[in-house]
C-alpha cells in the first residue's frame, strides 16, 4: 500500500457559479482534511473569480484558481494547467458541476494504491431535484445515505445502490484493471508520478469527448491499472443540459485522434503537461 500525505483535488469549471458554490460547499465537510483545491477554469467570466475569492477567504482549505482565455472547450488543456500548479502526491479529478459526499476524500485515499488510478462513479440528479437545491439551498450531500438511496428509488436520480456500502473485495474492485472504457474525469484518481509519466491529458482534443479515454488508455498502456470505486462515494452530479451554445464543434476531431492513438502504443501525449513546463 501507497501512502497518500496529501491530494490535491482538481475541479473543472465553467460559467457555472451557481453549482460551484454547491461543490465548494461540500468541500467543507469532508471528513479527511489533507487536501487541496485547484479550480481548472476553462474561461468562466468574473462571477466565478468572485465565487471562488469569496470562498478562499473564509475557509481554511487551500484554494489555487487556475484561468484560460474562453476559445471553446479546452479540458485536457485547463486540467493539465491546474496539475502544474498541484503539489499533492495524488490526483483526483472531479467536475464543478459534482457535489462530493462527507466521505469521498477518504475513501479515495483509502483506495489509492501504486501504480492504480481509482475510476469513480456519479450519480446523476434529475432536473426537478437540481432544481429544488438550488431553490432551498439544501446540503442535500450531507444526508445520510439512507435518505439518499430512497431518493433514487423514488426517481430523483439513477444508480441508487451506488450509496449502499456494499463490500467489495481487492479483487473484485481490480476486475477490469486493463480496461479503458466508461472511465470518466468526473471522477478519477490518480498518483501524481503516474500522470507524469503519460504526459498528462492530451490537448489536442478539444470540445467535448474522448480526451478522458485517451488519457485512461495512455495510463494502461504505461502499467498503471485500474481500481473501481463502486459502492463507496460517488459523485453527485446536479442536472444540466447536454450542449453548451458556442461551445460545440471542435470535438468533430478527436475521434480521428483517439482512434490513431489506439492503431499505435503511444502512451505519451501528443500535446502533453510538459509544454507547459518547458516554456
Same mark, same amino acid.
Given at each position: ?150 431518493? *433514487? ?7 441508487? /445502490? $451506488?450509496? %449502499? ?5 481487492? !479483487? +473484485? ?75 460545440? *464543434? ?7 485522434? /483517439? $482512434?490513431? %492513438? ?5 502512451? !505519451? +501525449? ?10
Amino acid at each position: 500500500m501507497h501512502p497518500v500525505p496529501k491530494i490535491s483535488l482538481i475541479i473543472t469549471t465553467y460559467n457555472w457559479p451557481q453549482a460551484l458554490d454547491f461543490v465548494l460547499r461540500s468541500l467543507e465537510y469532508q471528513t479527511n482534511k489533507n487536501f487541496e483545491v485547484i479550480i481548472a477554469d476553462d474561461g468562466s467570466g468574473p462571477d466565478t473569480k468572485q465565487l471562488i475569492k469569496n470562498f478562499a477567504d473564509k475557509s481554511d482549505i487551500t484554494i489555487k484558481h487556475f484561468w484560460h482565455e474562453d476559445n471553446g472547450f479546452r479540458v485536457a488543456a485547463v486540467r493539465n494547467g491546474a496539475a502544474a500548479l498541484a503539489e499533492g502526491d495524488y490526483f483526483i479529478f472531479i467536475d464543478g458541476d459534482c457535489c462530493l459526499m462527507p466521505s469521498f476524500i477518504a475513501f479515495h485515499r483509502k483506495l489509492a494504491q501504486g501504480k492504480w488510478f481509482v475510476a469513480g462513479r456519479r450519480v446523476y440528479l434529475k432536473k426537478r431535484f437540481t432544481a429544488k437545491i438550488f431553490k432551498k439551498a439544501w446540503n442535500f450531500f450531507r444526508w445520510p445515505t439512507g435518505i439518499l438511496f430512497a431518493m *433514487g428509488l423514488t426517481g430523483q436520480c439513477n444508480r441508487p /445502490f $451506488q450509496f %449502499l456500502r456494499i463490500p467489495q473485495s481487492d !479483487i +473484485a474492485r481490480k476486475k477490469q484493471a486493463k480496461n479503458w472504457e466508461k472511465v470518466q474525469t468526473c471522477n478519477l484518481g490518480v498518483w501524481k508520478e503516474d500522470f507524469y509519466r503519460v504526459d498528462g491529458f492530451d490537448e489536442s482534443y478539444e470540445g467535448h469527448g474522448l480526451e478522458d479515454s485517451d488519457f485512461t488508455v495512455r495510463l494502461i498502456r504505461s502499467g498503471v491499472y485500474r481500481i473501481d470505486a463502486n459502492y463507496c462515494s460517488p459523485v453527485l452530479h446536479l442536472f444540466h443540459s447536454r450542449s453548451i451554445p458556442g461551445r460545440e *464543434g471542435k470535438e468533430l476531431r478527436n475521434p480521428e485522434y /483517439f $482512434q490513431k %492513438l489506439l492503431e499505435s502504443d503511444r502512451h !505519451i +501525449a501528443v500535446q502533453g503537461i510538459s509544454r507547459r513546463l518547458n516554456r
